[in-house]
């Protein structure tokens, strides 16, 4: 079985920060590339940041960039996300998902983040 859990969000305010987590269990970790994504009410799921497996790379997207940080520990299991200077538009469910071949095959259940003054 493959399960991956989130932890971590909470309520912030703006300019604050936050680290995310995310536990992995029930294959070869260190195989596969490990991303995060986000879904803000009323809106589509959106990709945040992916870490690569070969030589841990990593990628952002725009709206985050320079202010978010992806990490992975191998033998924690773990992927971290590492979230600086928050903005209210940053408010949403963060999960993580695992990149099986092309297609991001397994996800975790999200975790809160909020936003606001």
């Known amino acids: 079985e493959v399960q991956l859990v989130e932890s971590g969000g909470g309520l912030v305010e703006p300019g604050g920060s936050l680290k995310l987590s995310c536990e992995v269990s029930?294959?070869?970790?260190?195989?596969?590339?490990i991303g995060w994504f986000r879904q803000a009410p009323g809106k589509e799921r959106e990709g945040v940041s992916c870490?690569?497996?070969?030589?841990?790379?990593?990628y952002y997207a725009d709206s985050v960039k320079g202010r978010f940080t992806i990490d992975r520990d191998n033998a924690k299991k773990t992927v971290y996300l590492q979230i600086d200077s928050l903005k209210p538009e940053d408010t949403a469910v963060y999960y993580c998902?695992?990149?099986?071949?092309?297609?991001?095959?397994?996800w975790g259940q999200g975790t809160q983040v909020t936003v606001s003054s």
């Open positions: 029930g294959f070869s970790f260190d195989d596969y590339d």
């Open positions: 870490i690569s497996r070969v030589d841990g790379t990593t």
């Open positions: 998902a695992v990149l099986v071949g092309s297609t991001w095959d397994y």
